[in-house]
C-alpha cells in the first residue's frame, strides 16, 4: 500500500531525526546554554505542568542582508503570492509579527494550560530586550521564555571584513556558529507548534524535527510566505502548480544544473522547468510505447 502524503511527512521527518544524531558533549553545551526567563505575574505552582510549546524562529543579521535594521523589518508577514526572496532580497519581520502568531496560538490552548515559547534567533539580547522593556507579551500570556545564551559578537562577521559566514576568511568563526546552530534546532524540536521561516532550511530542519519527537503533524505559522514545499527563492503561488509530495520533500533547485536567464529578478524556476521536461519526456513514452 502506498502513503498517504501525510505518511511521507512523518516518515521524512523521522529519517530527518535520525540523521541528527547529536554526540554527548552537545547536549552539555545545550544544558549548560539553555536559559529561562518566567514572566512576571505566572504562577509557580501550575506554570509547569504540561505546558503548550510554541517553537519561535526569528531571523536577524545576515539573513535579512541590508534590511537587518529595525527601519526595514516589515510589519506583517509575508502572503503567499509574495516575492522570490533571492540572495540580497530577503526580508526580515519585526518582532511583533512573531508574537502576532504566538498570540493567535495561545487563543487556541485552554487558558489554564502554561504557555512556553522556546525561541531561536541570532540576535537573542535585542530580541528578548524589545520583549520585556515595551512589554510586548502583556496581553499574550507567555508564562515562560527559554533560550540559549550565545553572544551577539559570534555573528558579527561583517566586521572582520567577511559578507558572509561561508568565506574563508571567517574560517576561525564556523565552529561555534555551527555549534550555535546545532543547539538552537534541538531547541526548537520541542515546540507543539511553529512560528518562523519555513523558506530557511533551518526552519524546515526545525518543524521536520518538531514532528519527528511529537510524531504528529505540528502547526506552523510561516512568516515569511513560504512552506516547507517551497524555497526561499520561489515565489510559492507560481510554483505551486508544479509541486508534488515527492519533490516537495527532496528537491533543491541547485541540485538540478539549471542556468537560469532572470535569476535575481524572478527567483528560481527550475522546479517548474524540470517538472515540464519530466512530463514531456514521460508523454514521449507512452506514445513510443503504444
Known amino acids: 500500500a502506498q502513503l498517504s502524503n501525510f505518511g511521507h511527512l512523518i516518515l521524512f521527518s523521522h529519517f530527518c531525526r535520525m540523521l541528527f544524531n547529536r554526540r554527548s558533549f552537545l547536549d552539555d553545551i545545550y544544558q549548560d546554554k539553555l536559559t529561562t526567563v518566567q514572566m512576571p505575574g505566572t504562577k509557580n505552582s501550575t506554570i509547569d505542568d504540561d505546558p503548550f510549546i ?8 545576515d539573513s535579512c542582508g541590508w534590511q537587518g535594521f529595525t527601519k526595514h523589518q516589515r510589519k506583517q508577514a ?3 503570492d509574495s516575492m522570490a526572496q533571492v540572495g540580497g532580497k530577503r526580508l526580515c519581520y519585526r518582532n511583533t509579527v512573531y508574537l502576532g502568531a504566538v498570540r493567535r496560538i495561545r487563543e487556541l490552548v485552554p487558558k489554564t494550560r502554561p504557555l512556553h515559547v522556546y525561541l531561536s534567533t541570532d540576535d537573542i539580547g535585542d530580541v528578548m530586550d524589545e520583549i520585556l522593556t515595551n512589554t510586548l507579551v502583556d496581553d499574550i500570556v507567555v508564562d515562560k521564555f527559554h533560550y540559549l545564551n550565545y553572544s551577539r559578537s559570534h555573528f558579527n562577521y561583517f566586521t572582520k571584513g567577511t559578507s558572509t559566514i561561508e568565506e574563508k576568511t571567517n574560517s576561525a568563526n564556523q565552529p561555534i556558529l555551527g555549534e550555535a546552530a546545532i543547539s538552537d534546532l534541538w531547541l526548537l524540536s520541542h515546540g507543539h507548534a511553529f512560528v518562523g521561516h519555513l523558506g530557511s532550511r533551518f526552519g524546515k530542519v526545525s518543524w ?3 514532528m519527528a519527537r ?50 535575481w529578478e524572478e527567483g528560481s524556476v527550475a522546479r ?19
Open 78 to 80: 509575508s502572503p503567499l
Open 272 to 290: 517548474k522547468k524540470h517538472l515540464l521536461k519530466y512530463q514531456l519526456k514521460k508523454n514521449e513514452s507512452k506514445k513510443t510505447s503504444q
Open 208 to 210: 521536520l524535527l518538531a
Open 214 to 263: 511529537r510524531n504528529t503533524f505540528v502547526p506552523f505559522f510561516s512568516v515569511d510566505g513560504h512552506s516547507l514545499c517551497c524555497e526561499i527563492d520561489e515565489s510559492c503561488a507560481q510554483a505551486k502548480p508544479y509541486i508534488s509530495v515527492d519533490n516537495c520533500l527532496t528537491f533543491g533547485h541547485e541540485y538540478s544544473n539549471y542556468r537560469h536567464d532572470n535569476y
Open 54 to 61: 510554541v517553537s519561535v524562529h526569528i531571523r536577524r543579521g
